[in-house]
């Protein structure tokens, strides 16, 4: 697991600015979401994170390590997306060893850490399946897998679950909570989801136009909303 620091974090697209200044400390092992509308900068934030999106301003350290110009594999993290990108061709096993045989990973090594990630997703019994041959919940959970063998000092999810429906949504998000616990991995997870937020997080990051309208647990933030945006979003009426 690694801590991050986010140090007056900007990025603009040309000359619109979607992040506008974000200051943020997430501790070894915490479980932190971005929460907020659609369209307010939460992947934009993510994929800063991830180096997927070069950063206009400010410092981000990932365990200790300043990672503004480190590109995504030189960071200790591992994402998952939304869509999964997995492999179509590709078996569960090829795809969750895939990224680790690009990096050269020695074969038995590759073979313990999937099968490990495997027995942990429990789906030892589909490694030798296709993506289309498994269900929405189960090609979320190779995506998963893919992230856990890479054994990242920190996770980022960007709404893994919003294409799974509803009842699935809340298993799943049991299984991340227990994923949490049994990995004590830092975790990063966006969602537009205020439940999502409220049920998984141990600290709350409430954006809004690029900006963060509070940080709490999520205790704190029901209890004591700083503004109407944060109370109409997550707290109790005001
Ligand atoms: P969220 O994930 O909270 O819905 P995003 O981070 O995807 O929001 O987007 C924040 C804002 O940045 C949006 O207005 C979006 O249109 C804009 N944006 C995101 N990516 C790009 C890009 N590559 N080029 C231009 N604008 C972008
Ligand atoms: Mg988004």
Redesign the pocket.
Known sequence: MASLSLAGLKKS??A?D??KGVDLEVKDGEFVVFV????????????MIAGL?EISGGELHIGGRLCNDLEPREREIAMVFQSYALYPHMTVYDNMGFGLSLNKTPKTELDARVREAARILKMEHLLERKPSQLSGGQRQRVAIGRAIVRKPGVFLF??PLSNLDAALRVDMRMELAKLHRELSATMIY?T?DQIEAMTLADKIVV?DG?LVQQVGSPMELYKNPVNKFVAGFIGAPK
């Not at 907020?36 to 994929?47: D, H, V």
């Open positions: 697209f040309g619109v979607v992040i907020g509308p659609s369209g307010c900068g939460k992947s934009t934030l993510l994929r999106e960007d709404e966006v537009h954006l690029g």
